[in-house]
């Protein structure tokens, strides 16, 4: 079932850094905002059917706002874009959420955060909730590793400077010396059954970091990933392939040159998209027969393997057909 449409105002809107961008959203007179946990994102409506992502920047205990850091991507489609240059304190803006697709292992001894860039908004969220005195005194533990180009291109550094961060905090620059800047193969050597690791920024920082890890040993389970983005290309050799949908029996075809997303919604079919890049999990959708041929990087390796789900807006079909549950 699809939520409702929260209705919330900007209470201000400020620079972080010269591209990254802070909002905080306040519930309307009379309504309050529902809680959220760390590592949560809010959906933001953006108008002409633009609809974007962005993760929550604060600790789940500030009740009163939801707090959200959004990049400016040079090569934005939109979202981005419209944050930066036309939303404006005092507006409202509709969103759903909060939803959650990066939780925090409720078991881990042990919390290894790895930030690179924009990355840093869920695990501040995170960071801030470990260390919170009821976290502590439960035997909360965690260290955040904080990666950015340069000093000037990092947001939420005196946050991150506060006396309850300060000392699990570490910091790495592209532009610093050769001792400070991040050594994902040196940090991740030696597995810990107690340590989950969770790592969010850009696609070539997350699938270095999940290679360290997977090269050293470390199990799956313990790895916690969340993408910003994703390349989404057609590839050589790609070939057309139909799609049933089990409720009313229609078939309908995709093209070598379109994506099963679109050649759904031209037909007719009512299909809940957001990012169009197989991040956000939006058109997850699930699969009765078939074989997907999965693109996006919002499943886990088991759930691909599983074969039980995909997403529309980037994924194919290795079969000549699949079946889904639409």
Request: glycine fraction near 8%.
């Given at each position: 079932?699809?939520?409702?449409?929260?209705?919330?105002?900007?209470?201000?809107?400020?620079?972080?850094?010269?591209?990254i961008c802070t909002l905080e959203l306040e519930a309307l007179p009379g309504q309050t905002l529902p809680p959220f946990t760390p590592g949560a994102h809010l959906e933001l409506q953006l108008?002409?059917?633009?609809?974007?992502?962005?993760?929550l920047v604060n600790a789940p205990s500030e009740r009163g706002l939801y707090r959200l850091g959004v990049?400016?991507?040079?090569?934005?489609?939109?979202?981005s874009r419209a944050v930066h240059e036309h939303v404006q304190a005092g507006q409202t803006l509709q969103v759903r959420g909060p939803r959650n697709h990066f939780a925090l292992e409720p078991s881990a001894r042990h919390h290894l955060l790895l930030a690179g860039g924009i990355g840093i908004t869920p695990l501040l969220?995170?960071?801030?909730?470990?260390?919170?005195?009821?976290?502590?005194?439960?035997?909360a533990r965690f260290s955040l590793h904080y990666a950015a180009r340069s000093r000037a291109q990092a947001?939420?550094?005196?946050?991150?400077?506060?006396?309850?961060?300060?000392?699990?905090?570490q910091h790495h620059f592209d532009d610093g010396p050769p001792e400070q800047r991040l050594d994902l193969s040196a940090l991740?050597?030696?597995?810990?059954?107690?340590?989950?690791?969770y790592v969010c920024g850009p696609q070539g920082f997350i699938e270095a970091t999940l290679a360290a890890a997977r090269q050293a040993g470390w199990p799956e389970a313990q790895l916690h990933y969340e993408y910003f983005g994703a390349t989404v290309q057609a590839q050589a050799g790609d070939r057309g392939f139909e799609i049933e949908l089990a409720r009313s029996g229609k078939t309908v075809w995709v093209a070598p040159d379109c994506s099963a997303?679109?050649?759904?919604?031209?037909?007719?079919?009512?299909?809940?998209?957001?990012?169009?890049q197989?991040?956000?999990?939006?058109?997850?959708?699930?699969?009765?027969?078939?074989?997907?041929?999965?693109?996006?990087?919002?499943?886990?390796?088991?759930?691909?393997?599983?074969?039980?789900?995909?997403?529309?807006c980037c994924s194919r079909a290795v079969s000549e057909r699949l079946v889904l549950d639409l």
């Open positions: 079932m699809t939520e409702p449409l929260l209705t919330l105002r900007v209470a201000r809107k400020q620079a972080a850094t010269d591209r108008g002409e059917g633009l609809v974007r992502q962005y993760s990049l400016l991507d040079p090569q934005s489609r939109g979202g969220s995170m960071a801030q909730h470990l260390a919170h005195p009821e976290q502590q005194a439960a035997g947001a939420y550094l005196e946050r991150l400077a506060e006396p309850d961060l300060a000392a699990r905090v991740l050597a030696r597995p810990d059954a107690g340590t989950h690791v997303a679109d050649a759904l919604t031209a037909a007719g079919v009512p299909l809940m998209t957001a990012c169009l197989g991040v956000c999990g939006t058109c997850l959708t699930p699969v009765l027969s078939g074989q997907p041929e999965h693109r996006d990087a919002y499943l886990s390796a088991e759930e691909k393997a599983a074969n039980q789900q995909f997403l529309p």
